[in-house]
């Protein structure tokens, strides 16, 4: 684990989907929103995750360290 997790704004989220293309084992996208399968991002992860976040079209995602 890296110490950073995810976080959602539901009101902003419109389950474009983006997100589970970047990375699927962390989000997965219904008709109007995002669900969080998981919020601890793993080391091996991070970059992956980290695009998920930058590329959501209404920047709901964003990355919380400790």
């Given at each position: 684990?890296t110490?950073?997790?995810?976080?959602?704004?539901?009101?902003?989220c419109?389950?474009?989907?983006?997100?589970?293309?970047?990375?699927?084992?962390?989000?997965?996208?219904?008709?109007?929103h995002?669900?969080?399968?998981?919020?601890?991002?793993?080391?091996d992860?991070?970059?992956?995750?980290e695009r998920?976040?930058a590329y959501?079209?209404?920047?709901?995602?964003?990355?919380?360290?400790?």
């Open positions: 684990m110490g950073v997790r995810i976080e959602v704004d539901l009101d902003l419109q389950g474009h989907g983006v997100c589970e293309m970047e990375a699927a084992e962390y989000f997965r996208a219904h008709k109007d995002v669900e969080l399968l998981r919020t601890e991002v793993d080391t992860d991070v970059d992956d995750v998920a976040v959501c079209p209404t920047q709901a995602l964003r990355l919380v360290g400790d």
